[in-house]
């Protein structure tokens, strides 16, 4: 018979105990929001169907104070989630090798984040222009 | 200036080890040693000072010093390090905690039990399999910088295991393969003088494969070599992915 007892620590709370987890567990939690807004501009469909008033009746809803506090927290909600989803990006993607040399984390991150920015303002001009 | 020489001798830091003796402890309990120290002191000499000088029932692993052995690694501060490679200057006046790797069980004091580790070291064919065997006189295989970057990175891993002490999908579940070995195994998938890559992306696929990992990236965080095995493992998602879906339209069965 062995004499070995060995002891496993538990993992309860394990999310807390580094900050690196927390930004995870962050990053991860702002998928909820990005279903929220989904299901904010799906309401907004679905009162379309409705006819003219009821799609009205939505927008007006959008305007008020607590729909407005909510797009904000969602603004930035998406930022974060944009930024992790880059920062991410150099560890879930296969080598590139330009020069045959290994292309660095930090270009593969700002690549990303540049086209995201620019896609970003195009669609908000090409909507500006619509509207008016 | 004599009086500076003689305070820099006289540094004194607090080291907390989590000591577990499983004849005399139920779990684990934190005891505190003064540890007289110069700059250039690890925290591995350190743990040797108070094994030399205060407590000689200390238990922990070590043995080159110069973080290529793989032996020393342990929770510094709540982090995984070597402890060959991390300085005691850098806690000072703080007090440094000191813990076995997480994740894994705890044999005593900061000797973790590493059976798990070496069970899937051993199932995953860690070495080249000649794709085509070449006698003596054929020459060596040839191989281009393009090809040897595929993998080089790969090749540094030392099998420490901070990466797993890093990963609380492994912490969760040990049955996770986990990213060191992930790593090492994608090591020889991604060499073009292999030819077993098959056999091994049985285990990719698996449920105890990369699918497993929810790209925490902590893993590439605390690796002291660069070998990122987030990378590894990601990149692999992707083959078993592809695998899936082609396998409804190749003849052989996937993109293996």
């Known amino acids: ?132 | 200036m004599a009086e500076n020489a003689l305070t820099q001798t006289q540094r004194e830091i607090e080291i907390e080890v989590l000591r577990y003796r499983p004849e005399q402890e139920s779990e684990p309990v934190l005891q505190s040693y003064k540890v007289p120290f110069t700059d250039d002191m690890s925290v591995l000499q350190g743990l040797q000072y108070i094994k030399d000088y205060l407590d000689g029932t200390l238990s922990f692993r070590w043995s080159c010093r110069m973080a290529i052995c793989g032996s020393c690694g342990m929770m510094i501060g709540g982090v995984p390090k070597m402890s060959c490679k991390t300085f005691l200057r850098e806690y000072y006046p703080g007090k440094i905690r000191v813990e076995a790797l997480a994740h894994f069980p705890i044999e005593r004091d900061l000797v973790t039990d590493v059976r798990d580790f070496i069970g899937k070291l051993e199932s995953i064919q860690p070495y080249i399999v000649p794709k085509e065997p070449r006698t003596l006189e054929q020459g060596e295989y040839l191989q281009t910088p393009a090809q040897l970057e595929q993998f080089l990175q790969f090749s540094g891993c030392i099998n420490c295991m901070l990466c797993y002490a890093a990963c609380p999908q492994y912490g969760l579940d040990s049955k996770f393969t986990g990213p060191g070995i992930l790593a090492l195994l994608h090591r020889y998938n991604a060499d073009s003088r292999d030819g077993a890559k098959e056999s091994r992306m049985e285990l990719v696929h698996s449920e105890e494969g990369v699918w497993g990992c929810t790209a925490v990236g902590y893993c590439s965080e605390v690796c002291p070599k660069g070998v990122d095995p987030a990378n590894a493992v990601n990149q692999n998602k992707t083959a078993s992915a592809m695998d899936f879906f082609l396998r409804f339209v190749t003849p052989k069965g996937g993109a293996k």
């Not at chain 1, 062995?2 to 927390?22: E, I, L, N, Q």
């Not at chain 1, 469909?45 to 008020?64: D, I, N, P």
């Not at chain 1, 603004?75 to 990006?89: E, G, K, Q």
């Open chain 1, 1 to 132: 018979m062995s004499a070995r007892r060995t002891y496993m620590r538990p993992m309860d709370g394990w999310w807390r105990r580094d900050p690196f987890f927390v930004r995870y567990m962050a990053r991860e939690a702002t998928a909820v929001l990005v279903v929220l807004y989904a299901l904010v501009l799906l309401v907004g469909v679905v009162r379309l169907g409705q006819g003219q008033a009821a799609y009205e009746g939505w927008l007006q809803a959008l305007k008020s104070p607590a729909s407005i506090a909510l797009h904000l927290v969602l603004l930035a909600v998406f930022l974060y989630h944009t930024w992790s989803w880059f920062n991410i990006m150099p560890k879930t993607m296969p080598l590139i090798l330009p020069n045959g040399k290994r292309l660095s984390p930090a270009v593969v991150t700002g690549t990303g984040l540049a086209a995201a920015a620019v896609v970003c303002l195009a669609l908000v001009i090409a909507a500006m222009k619509v509207a008016s």
